[in-house]
């Protein structure tokens, strides 16, 4: 018999590129900043479930594209997928792509489409602050100045979606915690846990693989600098 739980391991395994100071990515940003920096300075090979539930997300993109393109859908054009882009900053870059601009033809508009696979759709009443700041920076970076978040159910391809206004304060907020995390990588000093101190962020605590680390941290030196303020 063949083995298909492992076949599936094989062909979704995928090697890992090494993050480097300097280059930063959105989806990253909504979250806690310490474990970003963990992720630097400390990277850990993606565990099997983490990288089957990303592989599903490609999934469910990939359908939504199919929706967005199909001919059955002429009230919207897709104008591309995946579109990558890059903001270079005074010494660092941000690195990321746009899920999906399509054209709403009835207002002659363009709109950002950044896709999310969820597990319970149900109770989803807004937005998740984390998503909005990842869309506040893709229609920053792309002056496309009108977007909305899809949520999609993994479990019956139900949706629920939510318009964002672009609001430049709120993306330049988003740019100054890019700059945050680049002076703590560079100084070697360890971002305060936010996740800990945030009663809104503590749910990323539960699935962070680096919470033993993150526990043993405070009044911890790193690099000959001591981390508390």
């Known amino acids: ?127 998740k602050q984390q998503h909005k700041m990842q869309l506040q920076l893709y229609m920053f970076a792309t002056n496309i100045r009108d977007g909305v978040l899809l949520y999609v159910d993994k479990k019956n391809l139900r949706s629920k979606i939510f318009k964002i206004d672009y609001d430049e304060a709120e993306a330049l907020k988003v740019l100054e915690r890019f700059s945050i995390l680049h002076s703590y990588l560079k100084d070697g000093v360890i971002p305060e846990p936010e996740a800990k101190l945030d009663v809104h962020k503590s749910w990323m605590c539960r699935f962070c693989e680096y919470k033993d680390e993150c526990n043993k941290i405070d009044g911890v030196t790193i690099n000959g600098k001591n981390n508390k303020k």
């Open 1 to 127: 018999m063949i083995d298909f739980d492992n076949m599936i391991i094989n062909y979704i395994k995928r090697e890992e590129k090494q993050r480097v100071v300097g280059r930063y990515y959105p989806s990253e940003i909504g979250g806690c900043l310490r474990k970003v920096w963990f992720l630097y300075k400390q990277p850990k090979e993606v565990e099997t479930d983490l990288l089957k539930i990303f592989h599903i997300g490609e999934i469910v993109h990939d359908f939504v594209v199919d929706v967005l393109k199909s001919e059955k859908n002429p009230e919207v054009e897709l104008i591309s997928a995946e579109q990558p882009f890059e903001l270079k900053m005074r010494d660092y870059i941000i690195s990321g792509r746009v899920d999906d601009i399509i054209l709403l033809k009835s207002e002659n508009k363009k709109i950002l489409v950044e896709v999310k696979s969820i597990g319970e759709l149900n109770g989803l009443n807004d937005a």
